[in-house]
């Protein structure tokens, strides 16, 4: 009755391990565009949006990304809405990851000089042409390293959606456990996985932050 | 005579209680140099700002290019393609090259198209003497440098008047001199300009009227004269001071 550790558990795993990724991507898609506009919002000179982004952003931080996910899952399917776990777990990622780059990126946004915005303005560039052709490109440079950063908490909070029974690499590896019963060799072989997929993200981070520091201005001439 | 280009006409302006302009007044015609001295605090970079509405003023009334700057129809953008100005902190946009500084507002803002657009920038440029600097950025200039690309940018807008806030207050003497070569050769073009300086001489020698601010007020006024014999004890010591 006791089976080894064989190659059909480490494909599970390594399947897990694909919608690890998937999941972490469409968070970071779906996050990062609802996120652009939250970091819009913030800023924006109508006084309502600011308001109501702050108290978005409030919100979903003060939730934890489990409560999210329950409601996503559970809540939403008392209410007649049935989803898929993946979306379940997609619509419950975005919205945590929106929350919380919306707030990095408005800080890089806020982080351009304001003497930028003032010169844009004495040249007669429009608002939004201020903010495109003038602030953004200034903020995406700033923004890239603490982004990049962030995608690596990003693929890690992604194990939350085991509990909407999403079968990521950390709920694969319960499953695998669960028939060999040998936790070390498997949560180390799923610790390996999420190593794998993070360490690329946290290597490119700090090379993208060294470039920044030395050379400010290779970015924009590309 | 034509109508003034710039006129103030009693401005008052506080920051919370802190009253920085107290009735201030002037004008300036077409093609005339005039600049703003004083000390610190005195009011004249507010005063400067007021006139393209960076600040709104709380009382009086500011005409420039025939736009009624203190009122609400204004069209700020009709405004600022009319009033060119430069800042002590030079301003330059760090992502883009000193070419594409120039061309990025007759592109935007004026609708130019792109070989309009290089043909201004060109131009400008040469006016300012930088031609072989059109693909730098910024950072790789020199404060002379990019000031007189601040310049040239605000050139390429083709304004109706100039504004300068201290541009040479944050340069060494050598560097100074090189920006102040450009913007007295402006001012032979026949360029209106309002200047807050301390370069006593540039303002003795370049400006057609200068005005002496004190206590956010005009103070003393006048040409060339009034620094060889200031008529107030405030003036007196000012320039006693400064040369």
């Known amino acids: 009755m006791n089976v080894a550790f064989n190659a059909n558990h480490l494909q599970f795993l390594l399947q897990g391990a694909g919608w690890t990724l998937l999941l972490s991507v469409i968070a970071f898609a779906g996050g990062g565009l609802v996120g652009f506009v939250v970091a819009l919002c913030r800023i924006s000179p109508i006084k309502a949006l600011r308001w109501a982004s702050l108290g978005y952003v409030q919100l979903v931080q003060g939730t934890p990304l489990l409560i999210l996910m329950f409601l996503a899952y559970f809540g939403l399917s008392i209410l007649g809405f049935s989803l898929p776990a993946l979306v379940a777990a997609g619509i419950s990622m975005t919205i945590y990851v929106s929350a919380y780059i919306g707030e990095i990126w408005r800080g890089c946004i806020q982080a351009v000089p304001r003497t930028q915005w003032e010169a844009a303005e004495c040249l007669a560039l429009s608002r939004v042409q201020r903010m495109a052709l003038v602030v953004l490109p200034q903020a995406l440079r700033i923004a890239t390293p603490p982004t990049v950063g962030f995608m690596v908490q990003i693929v890690k909070n992604t194990s939350l959606a085991s509990v909407v029974g999403f079968i990521e690499l950390a709920r694969a590896g319960q499953v695998v456990n669960n028939s060999l019963f040998e936790p070390f060799l498997v949560y180390m072989l799923v610790a390996g996985l999420y190593f794998l997929l993070c360490f690329p993200l946290s290597w490119w981070s700090r090379k993208l932050e060294r470039r920044l520091v030395v050379a400010p201005r290779l970015e924009a001439a590309a | ?243």
């Open chain 2, 1 to 243: 005579m034509t109508a003034p280009v710039v006129r103030l006409d009693n401005v008052h302006k506080s920051f919370g209680a802190l009253k920085v302009l107290d009735g201030v007044s002037f004008e300036v015609g077409k093609g005339e140099v005039t600049a703003i001295i004083g000390r610190s605090g005195s009011g004249k970079s507010t005063a400067l700002r007021c006139i393209d509405r960076l600040e709104k003023i709380d009382q009086g009334r500011i005409t420039v290019c025939g736009h009624q700057v203190s009122e609400p129809g204004l069209d700020l953008r009709q405004l600022r393609r009319d009033v060119g100005i430069v800042f002590q902190s030079y301003n330059l946009f760090p992502h883009l090259t000193a070419a594409e500084n120039i061309a990025l507002a007759p592109r935007h803002a004026k609708g130019r198209t792109r070989a309009e657009a290089k043909e201004i920038t060109e131009r400008v440029l040469a006016q300012v003497g930088l031609s072989d600097k059109a693909a730098c950025y910024p950072e790789q200039l020199s404060g002379g440098q990019q000031q007189r690309v601040a310049i040239a940018r605000s050139l390429a807008m083709e304004p109706q008047v100039m504004l300068f806030d201290e541009v040479t207050s944050a340069l060494d003497p050598q560097l100074t001199g090189e920006v102040l070569k450009v913007m007295a050769d402006l001012a032979a073009g026949g360029m209106t300009m309002v200047l807050v300086t301390h370069e006593m001489a540039f303002a003795r020698n370049v400006a057609d009227t200068t005005i002496y601010m004190h206590g956010g007020r005009v103070w003393e006024q006048g040409g060339r004269e009034m620094f060889d014999r200031p008529q107030t004890a405030e003036l007196q010591q000012f320039l006693g001071n400064g040369l």
